[in-house]
């Protein structure tokens, strides 16, 4: 139980564009939805908190005009990389409290690849 | 923010323990320590938490000293497929903000 489903697991977009990438919880209620971004051979660095009904909250150095969250209800979150540039090219994760435990469920990951 | 340190890998022979140590000397009272673990380009998946007793279950066990100052995540006949980046993050548990270190590389070996 407490699955995070994550789609697309892979998207290639052009220097520009938007990228949309969503994160559903299927069997749990999920407030409160965190997101990461994990560049290669790196630790994940959490780049913003969603929560149903609210605006997120986003870390220190992270554009919230360029990487726009929404969380309208309490099954999706969703993640927009807005204008896409090569350097946003990085591996996206999605996390989100475990109903039963203190734990965190997170997603399967998308990496995006903008050229 | 180093909440917390790591050796940056390990390697371990298979059927063999592995014991990945972890220091938080910054942890305060109502701040949990959790493991999780991460195979190439997957999402990390949670292994085991705990507050200061010991936990075990079916995929680990954590050790945590007395002071709280620093952990140990056992696995206790370590496979092939638990080669993985190991996290270890404190937290003040759910709806609290997840942060994550550079991990520990561990590589179980034929």
């Known amino acids: 139980g407490a699955v995070v489903s994550q789609h697309p697991s892979w998207v290639i977009c052009k220097s520009g564009t938007s990228v949309k990438i969503e994160c559903r919880s299927l069997?749990?209620?999920?407030?409160?939805m965190f997101w990461y971004r994990q560049f290669p051979k790196q630790s994940l660095m959490l780049m913003a908190t969603s929560n149903e009904g609210s605006k997120a909250t986003y870390e220190q150095g992270v554009e919230k005009d360029k990487f726009l969250i929404n969380h309208a209800s309490l099954t999706l979150s969703t993640l927009t990389v807005t204008s896409a540039h090569p350097e946003d090219s990085s591996f996206y994760i999605c996390?989100?409290?475990?109903?039963?435990?203190?734990?965190?469920?997170f997603g399967s990951g998308t990496r995006l690849t903008v050229v | 923010d180093a909440k917390t340190t790591q050796p940056p890998s390990m390697d371990c022979a298979e059927g063999r323990a592995a014991n990945l140590p972890c220091n938080h000397s910054t942890i305060s009272g109502n701040e949990y320590v959790y493991w999780y673990r991460q195979i190439h380009s997957q999402g990390p998946q949670y292994i085991i938490h705990g507050l200061k007793n010991n936990e075990t279950n079916e995929m680990a066990s954590l050790i945590i000293t007395e002071d709280r100052k620093s952990s140990t995540l056992i696995l206790p006949h370590a496979t092939l497929r638990d080669t993985a980046v190991y996290y270890c993050?404190?937290?003040?548990?759910?709806?609290?903000?997840?942060?994550f270190g550079k991990g520990t590389l561990l590589t179980v070996n034929p």
């Open positions: 996390s989100a409290p475990h109903p039963q435990s203190y734990g965190y469920t």
């Open positions: 993050s404190i937290n003040g548990g759910s709806n609290y903000k997840l942060t």
């Open positions: 069997d749990f209620q999920a407030t409160t």
